[in-house]
């Protein structure tokens, strides 16, 4: 398992808040699935990723990598071991709810 952020566990139940609100435990399910995805593409080549997300080149910043795992992006330390410090929607406005 790779450790997550306090802000990454934040977005997580905010998403997961939402879907359950909305009544889409399919999307609920979906999340899990992605996050799973995630950490074992981050697991198997963790050097990998993209420096940004690639509609948003202005999030790149030394030291964090990003994946795209079905619909969400996931931002992750480059460090060893690596921490996973975002999870967005793909769909959402990454630099305006980026701290």
Excluded at 52 to 80: F, T
Excluded at 85 to 92: K, P, R, W
Aim: hydrophobic share 40%.
């Amino acid at each position: 398992m790779i450790d997550y952020s306090a802000e990454a566990l934040e977005q997580i139940r905010d998403l997961r808040a939402d879907f359950e609100r909305k009544r889409c435990i399919e999307a609920v399910r979906a999340l899990i699935l992605s996050l799973t995805e995630a950490e074992q593409q981050i697991k198997r080549h963790p050097a990998g990723g993209l420096r940004a997300p690639r509609p948003y080149p202005e999030r790149a910043s030394l030291g964090r990598r990003w994946i795209k795992s079905d619909r969400y992006w996931v931002a992750y330390s480059a460090s060893q071991p690596p921490v996973i410090i975002s999870v967005f929607y793909d769909q959402a406005n990454i630099p305006g709810r980026f701290k």
